[in-house]
DNA sequence: ATGGTAATGAGAAGGGTTCGCATTGTATTT
DNA sequence: AAATACAATGCGAACCCTTCTCATTACCAT
């Protein structure tokens, strides 16, 4: 199961106020505007400083510090996941319940999700077995997409 | 085939001189002292910080910039790998040859290690399907290792 | 030994993220 | 609806880890 990452889940309505009061937060404008990026957004995974320009961009008046802080929070009360890729920099996603993990291209920084019931099953085996309560995990995969495939030929590297 | 860390690979002797110069680098004094402190300390995996304060322990000095760039030529050198633990911070373990993954306590921090062929082989599938050439891949399960979960009984939470 | 060049040490700089605090906004009370 | 209590915000400073700069030092070949 692959899946190509980018169009938003625009299929259930947008979070509103009662989201975020569900979720134990006061509904404050900053936190409503972030979510409504998150969720408007063509990329599915954005990094604090991608919310930060997306909200310039709109005019709206939101300091980089407060993204940094409602994204931790809205990790915190399940509504984002935060994935640590390489180079040290975080993004995140909306939480939409179901797991995947993710396959990113090293050249352009193209992501996309897949999910291996195979692959899940044997993590739960060999966590059992080292005697790991299995908190999480992640998995991904690095690599050069279809594209850049293409422009690399022809080149020594 | 779940092997737990931490004990050094001490069976081959110490790596010299010889072993620098046959990846390239030249033999010198902090690369050899830096060569040592991972293959002596009881830490298979070790930050940058800590190579560096393993390094003033013995009275040795090195600075901590010289350490990030010996490290970082090993990785090229292919002498060690580098992982992206969560946090955004960067742990490096001697290259043994044979590849393998990270299962690590969340709790203690402690860290084993682990090697699944259908893991791999589900893996390089995936990839093929994605079209991706595949690189590299990064898998880390996380949980609570058999210590923390005796010290966690009888604490709600 | 001597020289040429790469490697080092020290500190400054960099990028991403968090902190501190006065100010503002939200939910709640009167 | 106005006031109140307190959490949330914005801003810049501070932080952490990592990389860079550059004068000095060390390695290797001659």
Redesign the interface.
């Known amino acids: 199961m692959?899946t190509q990452a980018g169009a938003p889940g625009t299929a259930t309505g947008a979070m509103e106020s009662q989201d975020l009061k569900k979720a134990g937060l006061k509904a404050t404008l900053p936190r409503l505007k972030i979510l409504n990026i998150l969720e408007k957004s063509r990329l599915r995974h954005m990094s604090a400083e991608d919310v930060y320009k997306a909200l310039m961009e709109t005019g709206e008046d939101v300091g980089l510090a407060t993204v940094y802080r409602v994204l931790t929070q809205f990790e915190s009360a399940g509504l984002v996941r935060r994935h640590?890729f390489?180079?040290?920099?975080?993004v995140f996603e909306l939480d939409h319940g179901k797991h995947h993990d993710h396959?990113l291209?090293?050249k352009c920084g193209r992501v996309?999700e897949?999910m291996?019931e195979?692959?899940e099953e044997?993590?739960r085996v060999?966590?059992r077995?080292?005697?790991?309560?299995?908190?999480?995990?992640?998995?991904?995969?690095?690599?050069?997409?279809?594209d850049c495939?293409k422009k690399e030929k022809g080149r020594g590297r």
Do not use: N, P, V, W
Not at 86 to 90: I, P, Q
């Open positions: 692959i640590h390489e180079g040290g920099h975080s396959i291209c090293i996309d897949f291996d195979t692959i044997r993590q060999i966590a077995k080292a005697g790991y309560d299995m908190t999480d995990h992640s998995l991904y995969i690095y690599g050069i997409c279809t495939q």
